[in-house]
């Protein structure tokens, strides 16, 4: 099994930065294919990014794209996601999952416990 740990989520002002963390440990073969997503209160969990074990392949939710980088460090087992332009609609729980074979939710394996982003007007 692989266990996943967030950190970094905050509160920040509409067109802020904030850097996510994920650490992986345990099974860490398991994760070469990893993905943030998130779940704003009364949604459903959504993709928002993920990123390939080299980090060569990285898909982007449209919502995302220009303003949030995904990337890894092996070494470190750990996993980003660099917001940039941060907006109220980006407020959620942030979630690092591991074992990916898509884009979707039920295509993850792992999962970690959760970080919460909250954008300010």
């Known amino acids: 099994q692989v266990q996943l740990v967030e950190s970094g989520g905050g509160l920040v002002q509409a067109g802020g930065s904030l850097r996510l963390s994920c650490a992986a440990s345990?099974?860490?073969?398991?994760?070469?294919?990893m993905g943030w997503f998130r779940q704003a209160p009364g949604k459903e969990r959504e993709f928002v990014a993920r990123?390939?074990?080299?980090?060569?392949?990285?898909a982007y939710a449209d919502s995302v794209k220009g303003r949030f980088t995904i990337s890894r460090d092996n070494a470190k087992n750990t996993v980003y996601l660099q917001m940039n332009s941060l907006k109220p609609e980006d407020t959620a729980v942030y979630y690092c999952?591991?074992?990916?074979?898509?884009?979707?939710?039920?295509?993850?394996?792992?999962w970690g416990q959760g970080t919460q982003v909250t954008v300010s007007s």
């Open positions: 345990g099974r860490t073969f398991s994760s070469r294919r």
């Open positions: 999952a591991a074992g990916g074979r898509g884009l979707r939710v039920n295509e993850y394996d792992y």
């Open positions: 990123i390939s074990w080299s980090g060569g392949s990285t």
